[in-house]
């Protein structure tokens, strides 16, 4: 009998979701991501591509149903996938606004109406959404990302409540200054300004993020719910 745990995945090509299923996989679940293109640093026969444009409300809704149908259960679901597109208000265009609130929020709620019908019907599993220490602290030029990573806290906690009767946890990891795709094209100027915000003085990397993550989903965390855990060398205290 196969008695792995099932775990899906948004994003996962790279950075912190790559982190986050390398963790997964070496607590022996069977992981499913779902993300534009694959994963080329992981191979291994529990891990299973979805291609699938998260911002594709449509196509979201058909992958997971298929995915649903196969896995049978989902113990964990880790709503990863993000982008920025940075700028002032007064220059924001539609599609910037849209494009973040989409990948970010929307299919955070997409995916998780999904989950939680099956979640709810085992009365077990538990939920991991990826926000920001911008969701918290909010930061200049980001305010449609800052919306999208507020957002994700605020729909966490509610969700949290109205899963925690059918023993589904829902938590939040809030990353600070990571080092990955997202913040490299940052220049040096900028990035040596930022440790100098950050108590613990350096970048956190993906495998710590993923740590956080592997905790919440694991039952040592079985009595924390509409938690937010930052993880960000002290950056949001
Ligand atoms: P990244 O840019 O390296 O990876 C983003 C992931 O999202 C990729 O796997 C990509 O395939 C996926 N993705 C983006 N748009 C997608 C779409 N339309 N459909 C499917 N997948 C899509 O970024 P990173 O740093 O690994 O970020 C992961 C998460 O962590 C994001 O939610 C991000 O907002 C969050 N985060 C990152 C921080 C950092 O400093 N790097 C800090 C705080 C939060």
Same mark, same amino acid.
């Given at each position: 009998m196969n008695t792995k745990k099932h775990a899906l995945v948004t994003g996962g090509s790279r950075g912190i979701g790559s982190a986050i299923i390398r963790e997964l996989l070496g607590l022996h679940y069977e992981v499913w991501y779902l993300s534009r293109t694959k994963n080329e640093e992981l191979d291994n026969e529990s891990l299973h591509h979805i291609p699938c444009d998260i911002a594709d409300r449509e196509e979201v809704e058909r992958t997971l149903k298929a995915i649903i149908e196969e896995a049978s259960e989902i113990d964990l679901l880790v709503n990863n996938a993000g982008i920025t597109r940075d700028g002032l208000i007064m220059r924001m265009k539609d599609e910037a606004w849209d494009d973040v609130l989409a990948v970010n929020l929307s299919s955070v709620f997409l995916t998780c109406r999904a989950v939680s019908r099956i979640m709810a019907r085992q009365r077990s599993g538990a939920i991991v959404n990826i926000s920001s220490v911008v969701g918290i602290m909010g930061n200049g030029g980001q305010t449609n990302y800052a919306a999208s990573k507020a957002g994700i806290i605020g729909f966490s906690k509610a969700l949290a409540r109205e899963l925690a009767a059918r023993n589904v946890r829902v938590n939040v990891v809030a990353p600070g200054f990571i080092d990955t795709s997202m913040t490299e094209t940052l220049a040096e100027e900028a990035k040596e300004l930022i440790k100098t915000? $950050?108590?613990?003085?350096? !970048?956190? !990397?993906?495998? @710590? %993020?993923?740590? /956080? %993550? &592997?905790? =919440?989903?694991? @039952? +040592? &965390?079985?009595? $924390?719910?509409? /938690? %937010? =855990?930052? %993880? +960000?060398?002290? !950056?949001? $205290?």
């Open positions: 915000q $950050i108590p613990l003085g350096r !970048m956190g !990397m993906a495998s @710590e %993020v993923a740590k /956080a %993550v &592997a905790f =919440l989903a694991s @039952e +040592d &965390a079985s009595y $924390i719910t509409g /938690a %937010v =855990l930052p %993880v +960000d060398g002290g !950056m949001a $205290i």
